[in-house]
C-alpha cells in the first residue's frame, strides 16, 4: 500500500511577543477580578505599542483595582526591563478605558428572568461556535506540531529567565514543521526559531546556542534527522522586537492558542475573557470532552463543536468528528458524551471549576496539553463514564 506522506507545520510565540504581551495583561486583570469577586464579568482587551499600553473593555466587578499596576507587573514577570527597552515596565504609560458590561448582555447572561428572555437560566455570553480537539500523537494528547513548537519557546524562556544567557530578549516565535506517514509522525523536516537578542552577540553564535540548547535538547531525538533544516533568526539580526518592533492586541492568537491549525477554530479569543464567555469556557469543555474520547481509545483522533446563541442555556448543536478513526460510529459516541457531560454554561463553569484566578496558568504556550492541575480540561476523569456509557 502506498505510503500517504504529507507536512504539517505549525508555530508558537514567546510571552514577549507584543500580541502574548497583551493577552497576558488582559488575563491579568482578569484573575485580579476574579481573586476579589468570583462572580466578576471580564472583557478586558490590550493594545501596546512603543511605549504605550491601553487597557479597555466592559468589566463589571466588585473588585478594586489598579491597572497601572497590574499592566506593570505583568510586563515586569514578561522581561522588558532591559536599559534598551523602549517598552520597559517602569516607563510605559498606561491608559485605563473601561466600562460596565451591557445591561443587555447582563440580563441573557444571568440565572434570571428577563423580558423576551425565554428561560430563567442562565444563558451563554455570546453567540458563536466552539471547538475541542484531541488526539494521540503526543502524551499531552494534542497534535505534534504545535506540542514542539510550545516546547521550544517555553524552554528559550527558561534559559532566558535564568540569565546565564544574557543577550536573550524577549520577543521570540518558533516553528515546526512535521512529516506524517499514514497520520503519523515520522520525522522533523524544518524547524524555526526567531529570538529578540542584545545587538553585541553574533549571529553565529545565537543559530549554535538555539540549535545545541534549544532544539535538540527539546525535540524527539528520533525525529530529527540528517535531512531536519534548521532556520535560526533568518532575516539575519532582530534587535528591534516587542511593542517597539511591532503592534500588540489580546486575542490575535487563536491558532497559537488552541491547536496549531490540526484542529478548527471558531473564531472567538480566549484571553481576558471570564467564563461566562463561552468562547474560552466552551471551548475548554470542548478539550475536556475530545480529550477524554481519546484518553479513553475510543478514537485516536476527536473533534467537538458546539454553537450556541446570546442568552439562551442549551447549545444549539453538538458535533462530533472522530475521522474515521472511531471504534463505533461517531453518533454512538456523540449519544455517550451527552449522557457524560453537560454543555449548559452554568454547568460548564461548575464541572470545570472556572471562576477561579487561573488564567494567566493559560495565557502563553498555549491553553491546551499542559499538565497544571488547576487547568480542569485537561484531566481525564470521565474515560471510565464515557465507557460505559457506550454500552
Not at 523602549?86 to 440565572?111: C, E, L, M, R
Not at 498555549?366 to 456509557?389: I, M
Amino acid at each position: 500500500m502506498a505510503k500517504n506522506r504529507y507536512i504539517f507545520s505549525s508555530e508558537s510565540v514567546g510571552e514577549g511577543h507584543p500580541d502574548k504581551v497583551a493577552d497576558t495583561i488582559s488575563d491579568a486583570v482578569l484573575d485580579a477580578c476574579l481573586a476579589q469577586d468570583k462572580f466578576s464579568r471580564v472583557a478586558c482587551e490590550t493594545y501596546v505599542k512603543s511605549n504605550i499600553v491601553i487597557v479597555g473593555g466592559e468589566i463589571t466587578t466588585k473588585a478594586k483595582l489598579d491597572f497601572v499596576k497590574i499592566a506593570r507587573t505583568a510586563i515586569r514577570e514578561i522581561g522588558y526591563v532591559n536599559e534598551d527597552d523602549v517598552f520597559h515596565a517602569d516607563k510605559v504609560f498606561v491608559n485605563v478605558i473601561v466600562t460596565q458590561q451591557s445591561p443587555d448582555i447582563s440580563q441573557g447572561v444571568d440565572a434570571r428572568k428577563a423580558k423576551g428572555k425565554k428561560t430563567a437560566k442562565q444563558g451563554a455570553g455570546d453567540q458563536g461556535l466552539m471547538f475541542g480537539y484531541a488526539c494521540d500523537e503526543t502524551r499531552e494528547l494534542m497534535p505534534a506540531p504545535i506540542m514542539f513548537a510550545h516546547r521550544l519557546g517555553r524552554e528559550l524562556t527558561r534559559i532566558r529567565k535564568t540569565g546565564t544567557v544574557p543577550w536573550l530578549r524577549p520577543d521570540a516565535k518558533s516553528q515546526v514543521s512535521v512529516v506524517y506517514e499514514n497520520g503519523k509522525p515520522v520525522a522533523i523536516s524544518n524547524v524555526v526559531i526567531s529570538t529578540q537578542h542584545a545587538a553585541d552577540v553574533s549571529h553565529r553564535e545565537i543559530e549554535k546556542f538555539c540549535i545545541e540548547n534549544v532544539i535538540k535538547k527539546v525535540l524527539p531525538k528520533r525525529l530529527l534527522t540528517n535531512a531536519t533544516e534548521f532556520l535560526i533568526n533568518p532575516t539575519g539580526r532582530f534587535v528591534v522586537g516587542g511593542p517597539q518592533g511591532d503592534t500588540g492586541l489580546t486575542g490575535r492568537k487563536i491558532i497559537v492558542d488552541s491547536y496549531g491549525g490540526s484542529g478548527r477554530h471558531g473564531g472567538g479569543a480566549f484571553s481576558g475573557k471570564d467564563p461566562t464567555k463561552v468562547d474560552r469556557s466552551a471551548a475548554y469543555m470542548g478539550r475536556w470532552v475530545a480529550k477524554n474520547v481519546v484518553a479513553a481509545k475510543l478514537a485516536t483522533k476527536c473533534e467537538l463543536q458546539f454553537a450556541y446563541a446570546i442568552g439562551h442555556p442549551d447549545p444549539v448543536s453538538v458535533h462530533v468528528d472522530t475521522f474515521g478513526t472511531g471504534i463505533v460510529s461517531d453518533d454512538r459516541i456523540a449519544r455517550a458524551i451527552n449522557r457524560v457531560f453537560s454543555f449548559q454554561p452554568a454547568d460548564i463553569i461548575d464541572q470545570l471549576n472556572l471562576r477561579r484566578p487561573i488564567y494567566s496558568k493559560t495565557t502563553n504556550y498555549g491553553h491546551f496539553g499542559k499538565s497544571d492541575p488547576a487547568l480542569t480540561w485537561e484531566r481525564t476523569d470521565k474515560v471510565v463514564a464515557l465507557t460505559k456509557a457506550l454500552r
